[in-house]
Antibody
């Protein structure tokens, strides 16, 4: 059973960089079958896909966030990470890491529990 | 960008049938997935590829997709089905619907 767990600061100041890490257990990021995503959900609102990464380091980002997003992978630790720069209050959300596929041919079948990140001074 | 439109809310009595629609331009040509999200929890996949169910999901959950509308149907609704439901497709990126809150009366 694959499990994902987000970790990182719950409070970030405006204009700073949000950094989160997702640790995958029960399966290897390097298996090659999946792409590893970040998805967020502002309080009381819907889901927004941020981007994904393949174990090789190939990335693809939501165009609406592309200029501020960096996703990286550390296969030795079975982890992948999110950096979102120049944050504002609008970036306050629950951030989920999840497992999907390159062209969405597979559903997002495993999700982390989510971590709330608040942007506030 | 591709937009998926869902009704904000659906109310249904226990034992009855709930139908949640997801509208999108020619959505029938895409694979639609549905997620259930209970308060404070991560989404859970309940239907994938329009009408397939992951293991462990009751047969009461079913889906269909044609034309400009995909539909998630929950038969014999139970109190535990009360949640937010999101449809999702791939359109050069992962796109989620606006979400529907299902209330069991």
């Amino acid at each position: 059973q694959v499990q994902l767990q987000e970790s990182g600061p719950g409070l970030v100041k405006p204009s700073q960089t949000l950094s989160l890490t997702c640790t995958v257990s029960g399966g290897s990021i390097s298996s090659g079958d999946y792409y590893w995503s970040w998805i967020r959900q502002p309080p009381g609102k819907g889901l927004e896909w941020i981007g994904y990464i393949y174990y090789s380091g190939r990335t693809y980002y939501n165009p609406s966030l592309k200029s501020r997003v960096t996703i990286s992978v550390d296969t030795s630790k079975n982890q992948f990470s999110l950096k979102l720069s120049s944050v504002t209050a609008a970036d306050t959300a629950v951030y989920y890491c999840a497992r999907g596929s390159r062209f969405g041919e597979l559903p997002i079948d495993y999700w982390g529990q989510g971590t709330l990140v608040t942007v506030s001074s | 960008s591709y937009v998926l439109t869902q009704p904000p809310s659906v109310s249904v009595a226990p034992g009855q049938t709930a139908r949640i629609t997801c509208g999108g331009n020619n959505i029938g040509s895409k694979s639609v997935h549905w997620y259930q999200q209970k308060p404070g929890q991560a989404p859970v996949l309940v239907v994938y590829d329009d009408s397939d169910r992951p293991s462990g999901i009751p047969e009461r959950f079913s889906g269909s997709n044609s034309g400009n509308t995909a539909t998630l149907t929950i038969s014999r609704v139970e109190a535990g089905d009360e949640a937010d439901y999101y449809c999702q497709v791939w359109d050069s990126l992962y796109v989620f619907g606006t979400g529907t809150k299902v209330t069991v009366l």
